[in-house]
C-alpha cells in the first residue's frame, strides 16, 4: 500500500510569514499533484509535478517534487488570509490517486 | 458547465435507510471516480469509471456501496442500510483518459462533496 505522510498536521501563522509544507512517501509516484480545500467544499487542484527535481510557481506558491519522485514540497511566500485550507498532496498511479491526510493551514491577520 | 457538480450537497438520513448521490462529470471527461473523506483524512478511493464500464470496484467500502455509470454520463453512489459510521463527505472526481496515450497525468477535478450525516 502506498503511503503519503504529510508534515505539519497543523500549521497556524500571521499574515506575510512564509511556510513549506510536506509530502513525503517510501513509494515512486507517475506525478504527484498537491489540493487546496476548503471546509465543506472539494479539493481544488493547484499543481502536478511530473520530473524528478520539477519545480513550478503559482504566484507565491512554489511547488518542488523530488529527484527521487517520492517526495514533495510546497512553500508560500508572504501568506494571506486567504491561503487558510487544508492542503492535500496525492500521488498518482494508473488509474487512482493516493492522499495524504493534510496540513491544515490557519493564516491569521 | 465550468465543473463537476453534485446532488445533494447534504443528506441526514436515519441508519438503516437506502441513500443515492449523483455526480456530473465534467462534460469531456471520460473517467469518473468517487471517494469518501472523514473528518482528519484525506479523500479514500471508492470505485472508478472509464465510460460506462466500472474499472475498478474492490475498494467500496462493504457490499452495501454501489456505483453506476449507465451512459458514460452521470454516475449515481448508493448506500444500502445506512450505518453512522458511513456519515463522511463523498466526492466526485473527473478526468480525461486518452487511450493508448504513453503517459497519463491523472490530473483529477473534484466536485463539492455530497456530506452525508446517519443519525
Known amino acids: 500500500t502506498q503511503l503519503l505522510e504529510q508534515s505539519p498536521q497543523f500549521l497556524s501563522i500571521q499574515e506575510g510569514e512564509n511556510l513549506t509544507v510536506y509530502c513525503n512517501s517510501s513509494s515512486v509516484f507517475s506525478s504527484l499533484q498537491w489540493y487546496r480545500q476548503e471546509p465543506g467544499e472539494g479539493p481544488v487542484l493547484l499543481v502536478t509535478v511530473v520530473t524528478g527535481g520539477e519545480v513550478k510557481k503559482l504566484k507565491r506558491l512554489t511547488f518542488q517534487f523530488g529527484d527521487a519522485r517520492k517526495d514533495s514540497s510546497l512553500h508560500i511566500t508572504a501568506a494571506q488570509t486567504g491561503d487558510t485550507g487544508l492542503y492535500l498532496c496525492?500521488?498518482?498511479?494508473?488509474?487512482?490517486?493516493?492522499f495524504g491526510k493534510g496540513t491544515m493551514l490557519l493564516v491569521s491577520p | 458547465d465550468t465543473g463537476v457538480s453534485q446532488d445533494p450537497r447534504h443528506k441526514i438520513t436515519k441508519r438503516g435507510q437506502n441513500v443515492t448521490f449523483r455526480c456530473d462529470p465534467i462534460s469531456e471527461h471520460n473517467r469518473l471516480y468517487w471517494y469518501r473523506q472523514t473528518l482528519g483524512q484525506g479523500p479514500e478511493f471508492l470505485t472508478y469509471?472509464?465510460?460506462?464500464?466500472?474499472?475498478?470496484k474492490s475498494r467500496l467500502l462493504s457490499d452495501r456501496f454501489s456505483a453506476e455509470r449507465p451512459k458514460g454520463s452521470f454516475s449515481t453512489l448508493e448506500i444500502q442500510r445506512t450505518e453512522q459510521g458511513d456519515s463522511a463527505m463523498y466526492l466526485c472526481?473527473?478526468?480525461?483518459?486518452?487511450?493508448?496515450?504513453?503517459?497519463?497525468?491523472?490530473?483529477?477535478?473534484f466536485g463539492p462533496g455530497t456530506r452525508l450525516t446517519v443519525l
Open positions: 469509471f472509464q465510460n460506462e464500464a466500472q474499472l475498478e
Open positions: 496525492a500521488g498518482s498511479g494508473y488509474s487512482t490517486l493516493t
Open positions: 472526481a473527473s478526468s480525461s483518459y486518452l487511450a493508448g496515450g504513453l503517459f497519463s497525468y491523472n490530473e483529477q477535478f
